[in-house]
């Protein structure tokens, strides 16, 4: 009785999970350990073929072996699109509460060009006295020159230095420069921005 059941179950499964077609090892594609390697910074491409390719990235962006994507300097002829900075000053953030010097942490490239500038305020600045605040590029001042911005509202937008004017367009950012404020007479006791900078790269 027991073998009878042993073979009905054995039946049962071979019908079941039976393949289709024998096993034929012929049919069985492996990928080499060569073909998994990929130069390093290089991308999978289709080619035109319907074949994945290694390329690198190239064009307006490049691309590093960690996935950090940056935009080229566009100091060439040819099409160009138009760039944005954001960059963030928050009174709330460590050291930005101070007079002197506060590094926003967004850069301009070399040979930046900027035609536009304005900030948004999230929280209404306030000082301890008469302070003041200039946004600045390499040069002291040249986004925003010191001044009191306390009475300026929160959700307000307020215009900088460049106001699209070509007379107003700030160049001769000789080096990478990054964005920094600086509160000079009494420290910021609260408030934030958003500043917008719309540049392009000369030469």
């Given amino acids: 009785m027991k073998t009878l059941a042993l073979l009905t179950t054995l039946i049962f499964s071979v019908s079941v999970f039976a393949t289709p077609s024998p096993y034929s090892p012929s049919s069985v594609k492996l990928i080499s350990s060569g073909a998994m390697n990929l130069p390093s910074g290089q991308v999978m491409v289709g080619n035109s073929a319907g074949k994945a390719k290694p390329v690198a990235v190239s064009g307006d962006v490049t691309m590093s072996n960690l996935g950090v994507v940056l935009m080229g300097d566009a100091s060439e002829d040819g099409l160009m699109r138009k760039r944005f900075a954001r960059v963030t000053y928050d009174i709330a953030d460590a050291g930005n509460d101070s007079t002197g010097d506060a590094a926003l942490g967004v ?28 946004l600045s590029c390499e040069d002291a001042g040249n986004i925003l020159p010191a001044q009191d911005i306390t009475g300026i509202t929160a959700g307000s937008f307020t215009d ?15 080096a990478d420069c990054e964005v920094t404020a600086t509160v000079a007479t009494a420290a910021q006791t609260a408030g934030k921005l958003i500043l917008f900078l719309e540049y392009f790269v000369g030469e």
């Fill in 107 to 134: 850069t301009l490239p070399a040979n930046s060009i900027i035609t536009r500038s304005w900030f948004y305020t999230v929280t209404q600045f306030t000082d301890g006295g008469a302070g003041t605040v200039a």
């Fill in 160 to 174: 900088a230095s460049q106001d699209g004017a070509i007379a107003n367009f700030k160049g001769g950012i000789a």
